[in-house]
């Protein structure tokens, strides 16, 4: 409840301050890319049950009819220009601090995914219940962002995320919700949620060396 209580007031809150950056990023998109604007995708949320989330559009239209479900990859053909800049600050995921506040997402949480994707270890599309761990990390809200997102690349094989979201779950509470969204925040000012390498070493090692004891 308190959790729940936090991310709908901490939405509203981020909301109302970023209303001028969300101005700013509309009239960008519309100038260099055109529309539409914001991107709306099916995404699994709590005990699997879909929701809509909403994103401003970072892809060339038509991604998924010319290129399927497929799982971000490093220099991915398919990201705009302007969309490479919101990666990076993960600005392209704004709008779904609306999420966050209808109840679909909470600010921490397992990565919100599409029902059926092309994973970067597979050769087509599977459905994310055929990935060990799914059902497990259905258990809770889907986050903004997560230790599966603060330690590892995109492109992870989902498995591997999902014994990340999985350590999560078992070891969540509140002041490990509050330092992964302070290291957010920092990764975010830095611009380095694409890179591949640790985003914020200094800050994550801890975390990271816990994860891994953890799996022994």
Known sequence: MIKRIFDFSFALLCLFLSLPLLCFIILLIWIQDGRPIFY???RVGRFGNNFNSMQFRSMIPDADMKFGPLQLIENDSRVTKIGKILRAIAMDELPQLWNIAKGDMSFVGPRALRPVEIDSSSNGPLSIWEFK?????SIVRPGLTGVAQVLLPRDTPRELKFQYD??????RNFV???YLIVISFLITFCGKWEIRK????????KL???VLADFG
């Open 208 to 210: 990271r060396n816990k």
């Open 133 to 137: 761990g799914a059902k497990e990390r």
């Open 176 to 178: 490990l919700d509050i």
């Open 166 to 171: 999985i350590w999560y779950i078992k070891n």
């Open 198 to 205: 640790d985003k914020i070493s200094a800050l994550t090692n």
């Open 40 to 42: 709306k995708q099916e």
